[in-house]
């Protein structure tokens, strides 16, 4: 079955490591996007990627960096520059232009220790 | 620029008791409009989604209206059940090739037996 798959579910960072998140999806989409979540509040887009090698800011891109090399491949790195990286955070896709709603990874809970 | 706002939670029900969650948005096109669920630990599914006024979205009980004349997607189940426990998430996403979807904060749904 196709889906997005999103590794690891758990990831524990040492301040001052940088630190990648996976997302691989094998329903060729042309968009992926990431999302972090805190708790009790939405989403807030990072990042995201209409096409291979293009890729846009979102609202809070600050501390974070991505790459699109691959169409199925989406990796969000969080540096060190990220002041409050500990978060849940999600990696979606879209079908082309057509409007049909994103599929989500089930997520990557990311700690700080 | 496009937002949205969904009623504050969180809601706690019966079980067989009807549900409404409150969605409104702001958008200076004619987005689609969607509904999401969130279980423990997991990442979004769409629930339902319209994409056009007077539109309504269904799924698995669960209905909703896109409503122009009051920038209104209201989320509504008319018996819930304890499987139904959950967040939901409004969202909206403008038409075109570069939207980007934006989440309401989520309303926490618990349903007790």
């Known amino acids: 079955d196709g889906g997005i798959t999103q590794s690891p579910k758990y990831l524990f960072r040492k301040e001052g490591q940088n630190v990648t998140l996976s997302c691989e999806q094998n329903l060729n989409h042309d968009a992926m996007y990431w999302y972090r979540q805190d708790p009790g509040q939405g989403l807030r887009l990072i990042y995201y990627s209409q096409i291979v090698n293009d890729f846009q800011k979102g609202d809070i891109a600050e501390g974070y960096s991505v790459s699109r090399e691959k169409k199925e491949s989406f990796p969000l790195t969080v540096t060190s520059a990220q002041k409050n990286p500990t978060a849940f955070y999600l990696c979606?896709?879209?079908?082309?232009?057509?409007?049909?709603?994103?599929?989500f990874g089930s997520g990557t809970r990311l700690t700080v220790v | 620029g496009n937002s949205v706002t969904q009623m504050e939670g969180p809601v706690t029900l019966s079980e067989e008791a009807f549900l409404t969650i409150n969605c409104t948005y702001t958008a200076t096109g004619y987005p689609s409009l969607f509904w999401y669920v969130q279980y423990p630990g997991e990442g979004l599914q769409l629930l339902l989604k319209?994409?056009?006024?007077?539109d309504k979205g269904s799924n698995k009980g669960f209905e909703a209206t896109y409503r122009k004349e009051t920038t209104s997607f209201h989320l509504e189940k008319g018996s819930v059940q304890v499987s139904d426990s959950a967040v939901y998430f409004c969202a909206l996403s403008d038409e075109g090739p570069n939207n980007d979807m934006r989440f309401g904060a989520g309303t926490r749904l618990t349903v007790k037996p």
């Open positions: 319209a994409t056009k006024a007077d």
């Open positions: 979606a896709s879209k079908r082309g232009l057509v409007n049909y709603g994103y599929t």
